[in-house]
């Protein structure tokens, strides 16, 4: 009985070991910390586990996405990581993983594979990048836009630091990357609305502060963009109808367009900008 006690609580703390580790930990590594075969084998029999893969267990509920990374020998990284992370991310239409040039055993043909050498070496026991490979092959496999929009969502939320990367031998790519992001950034949709604007060569303020609310962006001195997204119904449209008001009687222009129409109808969205600016509508009269 005893015995029987001392396994019924190593296989506990077994499981509750994984828990810690996402649910999903590498059998060797599980052994070199002192849990025996035995441990591991009665748990798998009493289906407190699974197997994976050949080195790779996991407990019921385990987080899925790590689950896969185990099955798959890849490690989750690109958009797919930052979008766990909490970054900002345009879209992810399939996963984003990252391999070793060498590495064998991923199969699936469903998620993009990243095959590079990391940036920060990974452990084995690693299912998920380090934020620095993160950015590096996001870097290289997002637009210029997209991209930049993620690595100041990283820098905002602190979770990369300028100082840092910089002393990392970073690929051409992000080195401008590095360059342009700036680390107060607010949401990655004022990226890219920014950026996208450049060549109109004059003043975009976001997040500006006017008559006591704030827009989404000024356009020179005059003219105020806003971006309306699901939320604006009900009394917030109200609201938002007021200050437009109150905007035009002070002698601003506004324009107001989509999240959908940023996103997916830039062209229409920028022509109605350009003609604006083109009629000096972000000019004082």
Known sequence: MAAEMRTETAIRRLCERIA????????????????????????????????????????PGADAELVAAARGGVVLSCITEARRRGLWVLREERPHVAALPHAAGHKASRPVVHWAEPLVPRHPDVLADPIENVLTIVASCQPHEVALAVWESALQQGLATMDVLARMPLPAASRRLLAEAHPFAGSGLETIFAVRLRWLRVRIVPQAWIEGHRVDFLIGDRLVIQIDGGEHVGRQRADDVAHDAELLL???????????QVIDDWPAVQDRIARAVGQGLHRVR
């Open 20 to 59: 810690v580790r996402g649910g999903v930990a590498r059998v060797s590594s599980l052994q070199r910390e002192g849990w025996t075969r035995y441990c591991i084998r009665m748990a798998l029999e009493r289906g407190l586990l699974s197997r994976v893969r050949r080195d790779w267990v996991a407990i």
């Open 250 to 260: 002070r002698g601003y222009h506004v324009i107001r367009v989509t999240y959908p």
